[in-house]
C-alpha cells in the first residue's frame, strides 16, 4: 500500500482517506553512546529505535508467539477469517505482528501506529498500512472504527496516568462488542540469584524514576474495569525462562534479555555504581546465574470485550 502521510492519511483503504492527523513527525532522533532513540520528551519509552532494537523487537516476537502458541488471545479468529474487518496495532514497532497477520488474513485491514517509523515503508502486504504518530496525542481514527485494537510490550512507555488516557483511547475506537488485548510482561526476573536480585532492584528504580510502572499487571485489569465500558476482563499468564536451561527457547530469551541490559546500561550502571568493566562482569555473570537458578519472567495477555 501507498505511504502513510502526516497530515491525513492517505492509504488505499478508502475508509481511511481525510482523516486528520493533528501533527507533523518528521524523523527526529538523538543519539546517546552510538545508540538511536527518538526525541520527543512526552513519551518515556527507554529504549532505542535503531536497527539493535528492532531485532530485538523481532526476536520478541516470534519468542512470545512461540510460548503463547498464538498471535493473540481475545476470540477474533471468526471475524478475521470472514474479512473486512479492521484491526489496529498500537506501539506496532517493526510491524512483525502486522505483517505476520496480515499475511495470512488478507481481507483484513491491519493498522499500525508508532512514535517512531521503524516500521515498512514500502514492502508490505496490500490490507497492511502504517502511521507515525505519537499516541499521547489522541489516537487519530474516529469512535467505533476498529473489530480489535491490539497493544504489547508498552510497560517502559506510559506512566500510570499516560496508561489510562491510552486505555479510554483504545476503547474510544474500538467498535461495540470489538476486542481489546494486551500483552505485556513484568521487567522483574523471579528466582533471584545475587546478580540478578541486584539487576532487579535497579530496574525497578529506574522505571519508578521515570514515572514507569516496572509490574503493571498489577494496575492493567484495574485501569481496563475503570472505563466501565469492557465486559469481562480476562488474564492469562505463561512464564518463559531466561537462560539455556529453558532449551532453545531460554536461549533465545537470554539473547533478547541481553540486548535490553545492554541498552539499559547508561541507566542502570551509574544506579549500581559499576565502571564499563564491572558493568560487563555483571552482564557475565548474568548469564551464569539464571541457568543456575532457573530464572524467568511472567508474561501476560489482557482482553475484553467492549461493551454492545
Not at 2 to 9: D, F, L, R
Not at 151 to 168: C, G, N, P, R
Not at 219 to 225: A, G, I, S, V
Not at 269 to 282: E, R, T, V
Amino acid at each position: 500500500m501507498g505511504t502513510c502521510a502526516s497530515k491525513a492519511v492517505k492509504c488505499n483503504d478508502h475508509w481511511m482517506d481525510g482523516i486528520a492527523i493533528d501533527e507533523e513527525l518528521a524523523p527526529s532522533y538523538r543519539y546517546i553512546n552510538g545508540r538511536r532513540f527518538h526525541m520527543d520528551e512526552s513519551v518515556k519509552y527507554i529504549f532505542p529505535n535503531d536497527d539493535e532494537e528492532i531485532e530485538k523487537l523481532e526476536l520478541q516476537y516470534y519468542l512470545f508467539k512461540e510460548y503463547w502458541r498464538t498471535c493473540y488471545t481475545s476470540p477474533i479468529t471468526p471475524m478475521l477469517n470472514a474479512g473486512g474487518g479492521r484491526v489496529l496495532d498500537i506501539g506496532c514497532g517493526p510491524g512483525t505482528w502486522i505483517m505476520d497477520l496480515a499475511s495470512k488474513y488478507k481481507s483484513t485491514t491491519f493498522i499500525g501506529i508508532d512514535i517512531s517509523p521503524m516500521f515498512p515503508q514500502h514492502v508490505k502486504p496490500r490490507n497492511a498500512s502504517f502511521v507515525q504518530y505519537n499516541i499521547l496525542n489522541k489516537i487519530p481514527f474516529p469512535n467505533n472504527t476498529f473489530d480489535y485494537v491490539h497493544q504489547s510490550l508498552l510497560a517502559s512507555a506510559f506512566t500510570t496516568s499516560q496508561w489510562e488516557e491510552v486505555i479510554k483511547e483504545i476503547v474510544r475506537v474500538t467498535k461495540p462488542g470489538g476486542w481489546i488485548e494486551f500483552l505485556e510482561f513484568d521487567y522483574i526476573l523471579h528466582n533471584e540469584g545475587p546478580i540478578v536480585k541486584r539487576i532487579n532492584a535497579s530496574t525497578i528504580s529506574f522505571f519508578l524514576s521515570q514515572g514507569l510502572v516496572p509490574n503493571i499487571s498489577q494496575y492493567l485489569p484495574e485501569f481496563m474495569q475503570s472505563t466501565n465500558q469492557l465486559m469481562d476482563v480476562r488474564c492469562e499468564i505463561k512464564s518463559v525462562p531466561i537462560g539455556n536451561w529453558g532449551g532453545s527457547l531460554g536461549s533465545v530469551a537470554l539473547e533478547v534479555f541481553g540486548i535490553e541490559l545492554s541498552a539499559l546500561r547508561d541507566n542502570l550502571q551509574p544506579l549500581m555504581g559499576l565502571s564499563d568493566q564491572h558493568y560487563g562482569a555483571l552482564i557475565e555473570g548474568f548469564v551464569s546465574e539464571v541457568n543456575k537458578y532457573k530464572s524467568y519472567i511472567n508474561t501476560f495477555r489482557f482482553y475484553a470485550q467492549k461493551v454492545m
